[in-house]
């Protein structure tokens, strides 16, 4: 009777275990997916609050859509972005350390870890920004742009005349195209390129 409770025990004891390594390995597989994606839209917290919470910051905007605050973790202080008349809707996508959103017009990008807004103008052309870890990538007709939470600010790269490929993002951003490769780095807040046939 003893041997048997003991082995109803272990196995009890196994079996909790096992569904808790289930149940966090999938937590894991729909964080791992979300940051894939590109980040978190900004989900606002409970009934009638304006306020929404990523990794490290919270994001608000007023009521008649003119401006934007980011708390940041790091800094420890809000940090507003007024938005031009005309603009639109906002939509932030919530990232690790930064924050982004496209208006009719505007990329608006900002650091949690400088507190530093800084925004690009693509007019009417499509596409939305892709939030990571540390930056923001978009892709705006010839123009490759990404946001770097380092430096606070966005830097670009002109392709050339029917250049294509896929803008990926992991730990640096890269786009593949042709013999080239470009590559932007968090750290530097600046694209660089290598050419394969051009050794």
């Given at each position: 009777m003893k041997n048997s409770a003991m082995r109803f025990g272990v196995c009890a004891g196994a079996g909790v275990g096992l569904l808790v390594a289930v149940v966090a390995a999938g937590q894991r597989a729909v964080e791992s997916q979300e940051a894939r994606k590109g980040g978190v839209p900004a989900v606002f917290a409970g009934s009638g609050s304006n306020v929404a919470q990523g990794?490290?910051?919270?994001?608000?905007?007023?009521?008649?859509?003119?401006?934007?605050?980011?708390?940041?973790?790091?800094?420890?202080h809000w940090h507003k972005q007024t938005i031009p008349?005309?603009?639109?809707?906002?939509?932030?996508?919530?990232?690790?350390?930064?924050?982004?959103?496209?208006t009719r017009t505007m990329i608006f990008a900002c650091s949690s870890q400088t507190g530093a807004w800084d925004s690009i103008e693509v007019g009417e052309l499509p596409g939305q920004p892709t939030v990571g870890r540390s930056m923001?990538?978009?892709?705006?007709?010839?123009?490759?742009?990404a946001f770097s939470s380092e430096t606070g600010a966005w830097d670009s790269v002109e392709l050339a005349e029917g250049e294509v490929g896929n803008l990926t993002l992991g730990s640096v951003a890269m786009f593949e195209t042709g013999s080239k490769v470009y590559a932007f780095s968090p750290k530097t807040g600046h694209w660089a390129m290598v050419d394969r046939d051009k050794p």
């Open positions: 990794f490290t910051e919270l994001v608000t905007t007023s009521k008649n859509g003119d401006a934007v605050w980011v708390y940041s973790l790091q800094t420890g008349d005309g603009q639109g809707r906002i939509s932030p996508t919530i990232g690790t350390g930064v924050v982004a959103f496209r923001a990538t978009l892709r705006a007709g010839n123009k490759i742009y």
